[in-house]
């Protein structure tokens, strides 16, 4: 396993539509558990792959208990609500801003070994499932700001 290099804004790969991983094979265990390293060490969230390099359909989130889910192939079935918050991106340091999110997402996706589930976020969970989303579709945080926010200290 690998700290892999997070990819910051103006990078070409963070404005690319990532393709669907067809192998579930070793490389992407491999590439799941750099990941999750990365996001350790970073502190975040969420990770996805076009945030280390990779055009595939995969992210990792860090969950209220401390465990980390993998997605493979997300879909998103549903969202409910609206809520306004604080907002950053590991591929924007130093940077946040308010964006408008549902209070819970749940989507569909596959395990490394291939398997299908489904998980619902709430709050947090919600916003890094739609945010990572995004990164699959080439759509940064940015975008969606409706105020940004001034982090400089007095």
């Known amino acids: 396993m690998a700290i892999r290099e997070i990819r910051l804004e103006g990078d070409p790969c963070l404005k690319k539509v990532c393709r669907e991983v067809e192998k579930f094979d070793e490389r992407l265990h491999v590439l799941l558990d750099d990941m999750k390293d990365t996001l350790i060490k970073s502190q975040g969230v969420g ?5 280390v390099g990779i055009l595939k359909r995969v992210f990792v989130i860090d969950t ?3 465990g980390m889910v993998e997605f493979v192939n997300p879909t998103i079935v549903s969202m409910e609500g609206s809520y306004i918050d604080v907002e950053g991106c590991l591929s924007l340091p130093g940077k946040a ?3 408008e999110r549902p209070v819970k997402t749940t989507v569909k996706a596959f395990d490394r070994n291939g398997k299908e ?3 619902t976020g709430e709050d947090l969970y919600s916003k890094c499932i739609c945010h990572e989303n995004d990164h699959l579709d ?7 700001v409706i105020e940004w926010l001034d982090l400089e200290e007095d």
């Open 117 to 119: 589930f489904e998980y």
């Open 138 to 144: 080439g759509i940064l945080y940015a975008e969606k």
């Open 64 to 66: 209220p208990d401390g």
């Open 47 to 51: 990770l996805a792959a076009p945030q």
């Open 97 to 99: 801003g308010n964006v």
